[in-house]
């Protein structure tokens, strides 16, 4: 075997790739920090402060009349919920959803979207009119990514100077994400130095990602070979 060539070979492509292993170690060490200084996302149910308190009496309406109010087919579910101190049932059925208010039977128009807003502006520890909602999100984004899992979501955004943003899933009646920022700035460079996010379209980024794995794979055999062809000649 010509060792000046395998020597050759392994410094040159060693070299390129290098910036791989140098890229990931140090995106690796980004994701301790961010493990260590960022608060892990929040648990289902667990969304700060204390709800508006259940009166069963307040429900006036039966399950009943609430599901034939709604006019929602196949129903699969009733939940009981108090938003903006009123009670309401939120019925849902295949691909529908109703809110029903317990006292009266109206149905409502926004309920969804205002108990969502409860839910942020008590885990944010701020007045209701605080939390803004800015997006509502039927598909994964570029900071929502599908690791949060939970869809649909609404979006709230305090402005408190840190840029400070919630994600609310009404399903779980909890903050599916909290971030800010810092915390999202921290989270974008390892998103995009590791797992190269900036690559919008998944097939050309995985594409990349098996050619730079596929060099430092190709650098590591020649390193090896080169190592047992020269021991070889020494011995």
């Not at 999202?184 to 460079?189: H, I, W």
Request: aromatic fraction near 10%.
């Amino acid at each position: 075997m010509n060792t000046r060539l395998l020597r050759r070979l392994h410094r040159w492509i060693a070299l390129g790739f290098s910036l791989v292993v140098f890229a990931s170690a140090g995106s690796g060490v980004i994701h301790i920090v961010m493990a260590r200084t960022q608060a892990p996302p929040p648990k289902a149910g667990a969304s700060g402060g204390e709800a508006a308190v259940f009166d069963p009496g307040a429900w006036k309406l039966s399950p009943a009349d609430a599901v034939k109010a709604s006019q929602v087919a196949g129903v699969t579910g009733i939940n009981l919920r108090i938003i903006g101190g009123e009670p309401w049932y939120v019925i849902r059925g295949k691909g529908k959803m109703a809110y029903v208010n317990g006292a009266d039977g109206r149905i409502g128009a926004d309920e969804d979207a205002l108990f969502a807003r409860e839910i942020a502006a008590r885990f944010l520890h701020c007045d209701r009119d605080e939390a803004r909602q800015t997006a509502y999100l039927t598909a994964y984004t570029t900071e929502y990514i599908n690791i949060f899992r939970l869809l649909p979501v609404y979006r709230f955004d305090r402005d408190d100077g840190k840029g400070t943003r919630v994600y609310v899933s009404t399903a779980t009646e909890s903050v599916t994400r909290a971030t800010d920022d810092g915390k999202q700035f921290e989270a974008n460079l390892f998103a995009n130095v590791h797992k190269l996010m900036f690559l919008p379209n998944r097939d050309a980024r995985d594409g990349a990602l098996l050619f730079l794995m596929g060099g430092l794979l190709l650098a590591s055999a020649l390193g090896i070979a080169l190592f047992f062809v020269t021991r070889s000649r020494k011995e």
